[in-house]
């Protein structure tokens, strides 16, 4: 996973080269850093509890993926400050920078986890790999797919929360109800 996301990274940087502040020389260095915060991100959501947020990123196929999901301004942020300390890039630089790569590589990777014909990139992988190998017996593609398809949001709202889960177990058909049902 790690290496098929490094070959998008440097697929995205020749895209983006024509204002890149990147001295070739730590060109390499820069490639493999964006490669390390952007699983940093997506490991420290998933340790944070923050499941939704990461099935989000990857709902859609790059739809939930755009620069202004938390995920992606997380991993952007992440990626110009190791630009910084890493490569020796100004504030301004490595914030440009990273603003060319980050949110067009997330975006490809979610797209490309989605397409069932890609075989680079599995969510049941990427996921083991983030989590050290934790969600092996998870379906997780499974999930994703009741997440995309709004089954887990109950509310309506266009995202999966507390209120959901509180729905799953109230009134209106709930499990809640089921349960109760079972003792009258």
């Known amino acids: 996973m790690f290496e098929n996301l490094i070959n998008l990274i440097r ?27 952007i699983v940093a991100t997506l490991q420290n959501a998933l340790s944070g509890g923050r499941l939704s947020d990461v099935l989000g990123f990857f709902k859609g196929g790059g739809s939930g993926a755009s620069g202004s999901h938390g995920i992606v301004q997380e991993a952007t942020n992440n990626y110009a400050q190791n630009l910084q300390t890493d490569v020796g890039l100004s504030e301004a630089e490595a914030q440009a920078a990273a603003n060319n790569l980050v949110p067009q590589t997330m975006s490809q990777l979610a797209r490309k986890t989605a397409d069932p014909s890609d075989n680079g ?31 887990l949001d109950k509310d309506g709202d266009g995202d999966v929360d507390f209120q959901d889960l509180k729905s799953m177990f109230s009134g209106g058909g709930g ?4 349960v109760k049902g079972m003792f009258s």
């Open 121 to 151: 990139f599995n969510i049941q992988d990427i996921f083991n790999k983030l989590s050290g190998g934790k969600t092996s017996s998870m379906d997780l593609q499974g999930m994703l797919n009741k997440f995309g398809g709004g089954k």
């Open 175 to 178: 499990m809640m109800d089921k």
């Open 11 to 37: 697929e995205n940087v020749g895209h983006s080269s024509a204002n890149n502040p990147i001295p070739q020389e730590k060109h390499e260095q820069a490639v493999q850093t964006a490669g390390t915060s």
